[in-house]
């Protein structure tokens, strides 16, 4: 074995360094390389230089390298042996990984068999490594070509050659077509039927419209047999819905991911899907795959409903679905021109249903509804569930209770769900642009790229979070004053709303126009009105306010107070926050299962 070149350092004393090392080592794992949200594109990949008959790769140094342009990344294969000079290395994410910026320059080499020491390939600026430099990267490279090593090698977590190469997050972006099993990737595609769900988890049938030869082949009568495994139902409640073959993957929502697809997933839906796990089925040894949830961020989500139609992998998506109709135009359940082709009398039915469910949700009090039309553009679930006003929630009379004691109290909360009539009188941020903020965006923008203990690349990840004010959609019952109540929107209930993915909307000008047409249809004039009052300095005149009631779903929940405990006071109960008869909770209510249709 040749000598370490001077002023190199093994691959675990780099593990246990920080700052800039030089290291050489043999690569036992590559991802795909994949472009940021950014300018730059990277590069990712794992070495080692000892212990290469253990199957692991989590004991080399992950190698992170960015650059805007993609002929100044080493281009990387399994069994390289990749020499780095000044590379960074530092804590990211709990991992420990060489990190080169798109603001850095760090010399690469690769030796790969076949090439010769003499002739490696060199970058970002060429380069003539040492005599020493080549020696000891043979030595590597004939170590590697060794075939009891060469047979030990761990298999890269990714296809070498993929139709799409990039990545979401820290998982590698594939389609259905180019998926293997024990991989964690990330999918986009279309729900073929509403989630299959239980008390604990949720089975998706998913496809991007790609053919897998290790997939189920659906065929039209045969296959959608849920709670018909011996085949009882009639012929015709048996179609398949999706398209035909194997295009169509399994994928079974542990929670908290099957409480979202339950809540806001449909048949025809666009998802991504990220930290999905290909694995091989117990019975018929075909692929099928899971989401569990995320050791290390427990209530992550990772399904996600995608509305954004002009981002690239959703056009590709498109497009494949396109084609394939255009190649089935008899298989009516993905759309094809079949559809064209229904009875008179089917089209009336259909037409029925369609003005029946014009009002979903919204027929629970008739007499009500009659006199103050909701608006149609805006849907709740849960129709059969009778509307309240909001002063019944706001005096809910199942919050007072009665102790052993026979002494009244009043719960501060309750984790109660409601459908209210109400309409939209005011809104918190005055702007539309602070609608979205950023998940992390203070590290982000206060630490340097060297320094943080973030990825350079990473963009920075928006959320929705905005309150609304309601009043009742109706006059308040005699006797009784007119309520208002404070409802909060966010994250996934915020995007079941507006049917939006939140961004940076002061630097995405047509999302902001986007955002406000959409809640135009929820509060009419609304933000016209506090406009023109704050130029004008005086209370805005709700009479002239535009916006029509509509039902929605509301949740009441608890926070903790946020009263301050001074050195004066009392605390005398674990429950009492000892201010006033504060219980230490505060009751607040938030929007969920609402939507905005156009």
Known sequence: MAILPQSFIHVPEALASRGLVNVVGIVVDVLPLFRTSGTSACVTFTIKD????????????????FNDNENYLPHITLKDV???????????????????????????????PGLGPSSPMTGPVPFDPSYSEKKYAQSLVDRVSNASVQGQLPHSSAPQESASKSMYGQWPFLLVKDIQERTFVSLLGEIVKAPVSDFEKAILYFTDYTANKDLINYSQDASN????????????????????????????????????????????DFVRLTNVHIKRGRIA?????????????????????????????????LQRRAQYRKEHPDDEDTGGAANSKKSKKQQQQERKKQEARRGEGQTSNPVLFKRNRPNENIRAIDPDVPCRSLEDILSNE?????????????????????????????????????????????????????????????????????????ESGAPPPPGQSKKYMKLFVSGHDAEYLLRLDAV????????????RERLFILWGNL????????AEGHARLLESLSSVPFVCCVKEYGVQCSHEQGPDRIQTDELDCGYGGCLGWVRQFAMFGTTIHD
């Open 50 to 65: 000892c212990d290469l008959d253990n199957g692991h790769t989590w004991d080399g140094l992950k190698i992170k390298y």
């Open 82 to 112: 990749v020499l780095l000079r000044n590379i960074r290395v530092r804590l990211y994410k709990g991992q420990t990984m060489g990190i080169v910026s798109q603001h850095e320059t760090v010399p690469w080499a690769v030796f790969r």
């Open 225 to 268: 047999r849920d709670g018909d495994e011996y085949g009882y139902l009639s012929h015709s409640m048996k179609k398949w819905p999706g398209p035909l073959g194997q295009m169509t993957l399994q994928i079974t929502l542990w929670e908290p991911h099957a409480s979202y697809a339950r809540e806001y997933l449909k048949a025809k």
């Open 285 to 317: 040894q075909n692929l099928e795959a899971s989401i569990h949830s995320d050791r290390r961020f427990p209530d992550k989500i990772h399904v996600k409903s995608v509305h954004d139609k002009t981002d690239n992998q959703v056009r590709d998506l």
């Open 398 to 470: 199942s919050h007072k209770n009665n102790s052993p004691d026979n002494v009244e109290y009043t719960l501060p909360f309750q984790n109660l769900l409601y459908r209210a009539y109400a309409r939209v009188v005011d809104f918190f941020p005055p702007n539309l642009e602070d609608f979205a903020v950023p998940l992390n965006g203070k590290s982000a923008i206060s630490s340097s790229a060297a320094d943080s203990d973030g990825d350079p690349s990473d963009p920075i990840r928006w959320e929705w979070r905005f309150c609304l004010l309601l």
């Open 504 to 515: 940076d909307l002061r630097r995405n000008e047509d999302a902001l126009v986007e955002l």
């Open 527 to 534: 933000e016209e009105l506090k406009k023109k009052a704050a």
